[in-house]
């Protein structure tokens, strides 16, 4: 019970710690507007890899909607925020946007969820562009200009705190009963279905887990960028986060955050090359793909009570 | 009809090929029964029948357990786990990717009652009941010598050992019935002798019943307390072991008629 304790101590210090480093780099000038940008791209980007990296690489259902998702957290932080203009609006709309994207992910899990591979892919990709068609056609989110306007009241430090906190939930939720019970879903759904798990139960509990948090990105990237429309959550966008997740190993968080941080550094160094920006950036990726098929952490993860636990062994044998 | 599973004329048709046919039999208590038969006999598509895995055609499987009695036909494999059967799988179906330790953790999870709330911000009873949880799996690890091995991914076994897994993987579940389809497949006679005793041990350490499948008769022959012996899908004779093994129409379909 102790030990757990000083664990989760650990962690929390870690998060505090790079909040703090964070915030001096800003005040101090090393981190100039341009780069708390690209922070805050990649911390939306890690929040949307997350969710899906629970859906493919633990629950091992391959799913292309994930911007559907993104969308709906948008739209409705856009709408609220709009006549609410108060960091508690911000809340309220993070909040409606979950609601929405759970009972969205419900419609859409429940039936496709029986597919397997390619066929839920194709299923959950039509499932997205059905959620975009609707919004690209409803008066209330502006169709297909979308919404410009809308009041910046997420900054970088909220984008840190969800990232901190949807990460906790997504892997506190890994390890856990939950967890273990998606897990062998990925790993063999008949004999899961011999030991009495209910697979059904459990895939849906990882797309809805991973629809909601893909919601509150949505509802981040809207307040942050300040204009949304329908095009920005395409397929395109769902196959950048899913990018995301493959190179950085499916099956490890770690391997999520690094791949986004690479990811999103290149994007932004990449950005003076003009067109040639994709070229590399489509050449980075076969390369990587090549060499290091399972991403480029492959299931690894970083553990601290691994790391405490090799130095125990260590004073051992020296003793 | 006090019998803990009772089966009445199953009947499993594929498209106008008929799997199993007008299939009866009983497991008692704590019993020790074997399911014989020639290749493609309907021995594994039986077990799948009872085991939900695919559904029945026709007919009635009946469990009459500690909890009250049960209709299983029609109800999702999931839910007849639950009720107390498990298995084991003839081409052996681990979590390969998985440690040990995680495998049997697995087969726990449906009577786990640990929530998603606590889990999520890890409140103190989340800690308890995996503590609980991991506990429990060591010790039932440490009975069947896998507990040096707790932290090896399943796939890094030796093939014996897999086998050995899949089975306190199954007990994990605490089932009233065990099913073992072909145990001994792909072992040498050592391994098969060490199999024989650990069968046993399971049967009379946790108070189950067990029907297994299996092609070795030496094995079936030492173990069994009764044996039901299946061809092309129907069954051809049951009894004790010395009358199975004098019976004429079990040689018939083993090794053919005599000219």
């Known amino acids: 019970m102790k030990t757990n304790f000083k664990y989760n101590i650990i962690w929390f210090i870690i998060m505090v710690a790079g909040f703090y480093l964070m915030n001096t780099l800003i005040l101090v000038g090393v981190i100039n507007t341009f780069i708390e ?18 859906i493919i690489g633990f629950a091992g259902q391959f799913s292309l909607g994930h911007a559907g998702f993104m969308a709906i957290g948008a739209y409705a932080t856009a709408i609220i925020t709009q006549t609410a203009t108060t960091p508690v609006g911000f809340y309220l709309s993070v909040f409606a946007g979950i609601v929405v994207s759970i009972i969205a992910a419900l419609i859409v899990g429940i039936p496709t969820l029986r597919l397997r591979g390619d066929y839920l892919a194709i299923a959950t990709m039509g499932a ?6 609707i919004i690209n056609n409803m008066k209330i989110t502006g169709g297909a200009a979308g919404i410009f306007n809308i009041p910046q009241l997420a900054s970088w430090p909220t984008v840190y705190i969800m990232v901190c906190v949807t990460t906790i939930i997504i892997v506190n939720f890994i390890h856990s009963r939950g967890g273990r019970a ?46 949304i429309s329908p095009n920005d959550f395409g397929i395109m966008e769902s196959i950048s986060i899913l990018i995301i997740v493959v190179l950085g190993g499916v099956g490890s968080i770690t391997g999520t955050f690094v791949a986004a941080i690479v990811l999103g550094v290149l994007d932004t160094v990449l950005q003076d090359f003009g067109a040639l920006r994709m070229v590399i950036y489509a ?32 004073e051992r044998v020296e003793q | ?21 007008n299939v009866s039999m009983h497991l008692d208590n704590n019993e020790l029964v074997a399911l014989i038969g020639p290749n493609g006999a309907g021995k594994t598509t039986l077990f799948n029948l009872l085991t939900g895995v695919i ?3 026709s007919g009635s499987i009946v469990l009459k357990g500690d909890d009250g009695t049960f209709a299983l036909n029609g109800k999702p494999a999931y839910r007849i786990a639950k009720l107390g059967l498990s298995r084991t799988f003839q081409n052996i179906r681990l979590f390969k990717n998985l440690s040990v330790l995680d495998n049997v953790l697995i087969a726990m999870t449906s009577r786990s009652k640990e929530g998603f709330i606590a889990s999520i911000f890890r409140l103190p009873s989340y800690y308890k009941t995996e503590k609980q949880l991991v506990e429990e799996a060591t010790k039932l690890l440490t009975i069947f010598e896998l ?20 089975i306190v993987r199954a007990l994990a579940t ?28 399971v049967q009379h350490r946790f108070h189950i019943t067990v029907l297994l499948i299996e092609h070795d008769m030496s094995l079936v022959m030492n173990l069994a307390e009764r044996i039901y012996v299946l061809d092309h899908g129907s069954l051809l004779a049951e009894g004790t072991p010395d009358e199975i093994k004098a019976n004429h129409k079990v040689i018939k379909a083993y090794l053919g008629e005599g000219e």
């Open chain 1, 182 to 227: 998606v897990t062998s879903v990925r790993e063999d759904e008949i004999a899961a279905e011999a030991m009495g798990i209910n697979i059904f139960k459990w895939k849906l509990a990882a797309f809805v887990l991973g629809a909601a948090t893909a919601a509150v990105a949505g509802s981040l990237h809207a307040s942050f960028l300040q204009t």
């Open chain 1, 283 to 314: 050449v980075a990726l076969v390369l990587i793909m090549i060499f290091k098929p399972s991403g480029i952490l492959g299931t690894w993860e970083f553990s601290i009570k691994r790391i405490f636990n090799r130095f125990k062994r260590k």
């Open chain 1, 37 to 54: 940008n690209m922070l805050v791209t990649i911390g939306i980007n890690i929040i949307l890899a997350t969710g899906l990296n629970l």
């Open chain 1, 128 to 133: 997205a562009e059905i959620i975009r068609i």
């Open chain 2, 174 to 201: 605490k089932p009233q019935i065990l099913f073992l389809d072909e145990p001994a497949a792909g072992m040498n006679p050592e391994e098969t002798a060490n199999l024989t005793q650990l069968i046993l041990k």
């Open chain 2, 1 to 21: 009809m006090t019998s803990l599973l009772q089966v009445d004329n199953l009947v499993k048709n594929f498209g106008g090929l008929t799997a199993v046919s």
């Open chain 2, 55 to 57: 559904p029945v055609s």
């Open chain 2, 147 to 166: 507990e040096d091995d707790m932290d090896v991914l399943a796939k890094n076994l030796p093939y014996g050992t897999q086998r050995r897994l899949e």
